[in-house]
């Protein structure tokens, strides 16, 4: 139940990769035999994962993962453009991976517009529109979100960059993160005109450690790992080929598999949301219920703090996450809940579940009672819980 | 670190939870960074703690440092009880990391809070 965080290996991509961690193990930069299977093996990949999102192959950058692609993504336009402008727009519910890169650029002289997302998670576009100054180079707003898996307007925000390019703003690009939504929900960078978007590929049944970056024909960035001349000098260092065949082969087996997947998690998640309601009381679920993804479901439970619900349904077995976290005594409960509006108790008292395609009616009944037994159990000892009852 | 077994037993079977109707001496104690709380009711006669009953809301440290605080006054003189130190606590669930020792710090807090009510009366 915890998908969000990653996903097992599929088989089928495990069968692919298998070879280039055996026999086929050549450096795709070697110009010999074996280098040369690697690099077919690469390029096939690249077509693969460009075919999930209807990119061009030589438009797509492999990297270590999502974190990096975020890091290349706005590091390396920022350090492209900032003759033009120092200001970047971006949602108050990034994933730490672009909000922490901002928070280092705005420490060296950038300023960051943050924008509110209100009780449904979401970005308004026309604060998105009221947000841009002539000095605005970069906007970078998820696709999805991690933690209540709310759907961005990107589309809109696609369409309002272009506009703005065309009317002479020349150096504004825009970034999406969508490591949360690729193989979740179809994505078209033609559609949402986007000029960077950054993906995982441990999220999408693939191993961990390997990721790419979209980047548009004609964009400007500047590379942040230098010293080789892999990925057309984007991002040196030697490719980790079976990592990519993997990643390449769960972007093939995505999109055949994408409208049966997001059924399945769908069903399961609305069965799971149903009997967590009619079980439970004082809940409060988080995000906009019809523009999320259809495997996340975040929800509060008054009176306990998620913490020790977390304990207690991995003790019988069920993996969730929270998004808050406790350190020396000060607790930063999650900057994506808080951003909702919710109070402090709810903050804490959110937990994320997330579903995926292996997950089965079963697992969504064993969940269920695993958390009504848990709540139960803390509630009983919350003071918060006798204080509700008595008034 | 990783939670320890007892520590993680603590949070599935909670001792001593809930109030004491009878209760002699209450405290209650807020962890005023973090809001953490923890509520302690024991029932004290001729210098012995008969029973002791703890609420707790906030992060597991603190969740299972009331239950194992319970755990340990019970039966206890309250000499001992005052005696008792935060690390006794902590070795109680299992050990704790230094960052998450706050908790057994608000137990103890509680504790002497419930003990000085005593002997002010
Ligand atoms: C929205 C989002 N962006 C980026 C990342 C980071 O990806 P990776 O784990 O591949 O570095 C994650 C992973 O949790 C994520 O959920």
């Given at each position: 139940?915890?998908?969000?965080?990653?996903?097992?290996?599929?088989?089928?991509?495990?069968?692919?990769?298998?070879?280039?961690?055996?026999?086929?193990?050549?450096?795709?930069?070697?110009?010999?035999?074996?280098?040369?299977?690697?690099?077919?093996?690469?390029?096939?990949?690249?077509?693969?994962?460009?075919?999930?999102?209807?990119?061009?192959?030589?438009?797509?950058?492999?990297?270590?993962?999502?974190?990096?692609?975020?890091?290349?993504?706005?590091?390396?336009?920022?350090?492209?453009?900032?003759?033009?402008?120092?200001?970047?727009?971006?949602?108050?519910?990034?994933?730490?991976?672009?909000?922490?890169?901002?928070?280092?650029?705005?420490?060296?002289?950038?300023?960051?517009?943050r924008l509110p997302v209100y009780d449904g998670g979401v970005v308004r576009i026309e604060d998105v529109r009221a947000a841009i100054r002539d000095d605005t180079v970069l906007i970078s707003v998820m696709m999805a979100n991690n933690e209540i898996g709310t759907i961005q307007p990107v589309k809109e925000i696609g369409a309002l960059v272009r506009a703005t390019r065309e009317s002479g703003q020349k150096h504004l690009s825009f970034h999406t993160d969508a490591v949360q939504a690729s193989g979740r929900i179809p994505i078209d960078v033609e559609h949402v005109r986007c000029d960077l978007l950054s993906l995982s590929a441990h999220k999408m049944y693939a191993p961990k450690g390997t990721g790419a970056l979209f980047i548009r024909r004609g964009v400007r960035l500047f590379p942040q790992q230098i010293g080789g001349h892999q990925e057309r000098e984007r991002r040196a260092g030697t490719e980790s080929v079976p990592n990519i065949v993997a990643f390449g082969k769960a972007a093939e087996l995505a999109?055949?598999?994408?409208?049966?997947?997001?059924?399945?998690?769908?069903?399961?998640?609305?069965?799971?949301?149903?009997?967590?309601?009619?079980?439970?009381?004082?809940?409060?679920?988080?995000?906009?219920?019809?523009?999320?993804?259809?495997?996340?479901?975040?929800?509060?439970?008054?009176?306990?703090?998620?913490?020790?619900l977390l304990i207690h349904l991995d003790m019988q077995g069920v993996a969730v996450s929270t998004g808050s976290a406790c350190s020396s005594g000060t607790l930063e409960p999650s900057p994506v809940i808080k951003a909702l509006g919710r109070d402090e108790e709810l903050a804490r008292g959110a937990i994320r579940f997330s579903f995926g395609k292996d997950n089965t009616d079963e697992d969504v009944d064993v969940a269920v009672e695993a958390v009504a037994r848990a709540v139960e159990s803390l509630r009983s000892i919350s003071p918060l819980a006798r204080e509700s009852l008595s008034t | 670190m990783p939670y320890s077994d007892i520590f993680k037993d603590h949070l599935a079977n909670p001792r001593n939870a809930g109030e004491l109707p009878d209760a002699n001496a209450i405290a209650e104690e807020t962890n005023p960074v973090c809001g953490d709380r923890l509520r302690l009711s024991l029932r004290i006669k001729d210098e012995r703690i008969e029973a002791g009953r703890f609420l707790a809301y906030g992060c597991a440290p603190t969740l299972a440092c009331g239950s194992a605080l319970a755990e340990m006054l019970e039966g206890s003189t309250v000499e001992e009880a005052r005696a008792l130190t935060r690390q006794e606590v902590i070795d109680a669930i299992g050990g704790l990391s230094s960052r998450k020792q706050h908790a057994a710090a608000l137990a103890i807090e509680a504790l002497r809070k419930a003990l000085d009510e005593v002997a002010d009366r």
């Open positions: 139940m915890d998908h969000s965080a990653t996903t097992p290996i599929d088989s089928r991509v495990v069968d692919a990769m298998m070879p280039y961690l055996t026999q086929r193990f050549g450096n795709a930069s070697s110009i010999h035999q074996f280098g040369q299977e690697a690099r077919a093996a690469v390029d096939k990949a690249r077509r693969q994962i460009a075919s999930l999102i209807s990119a061009r192959a030589n438009e797509i950058v492999f990297t270590s993962g999502g974190t990096e692609a975020n890091n290349l993504a706005i590091r390396g336009v920022c350090e492209a453009a900032q003759a033009h402008g120092r200001h970047i727009i971006t949602s108050a519910i990034e994933h730490p991976s672009v909000r922490g890169v901002l928070e280092y650029l705005e420490k060296n002289g950038w300023t960051i517009t999109r055949e598999e994408m409208d049966q997947r997001q059924e399945q998690t769908e069903r399961l998640r609305d069965r799971f949301e149903e009997k967590v309601q009619s079980r439970i009381d004082d809940i409060v679920f988080n995000g906009d219920r019809r523009r999320r993804l259809s495997n996340v479901s975040n929800i509060s439970f008054r009176f306990i703090e998620g913490e020790g | -």
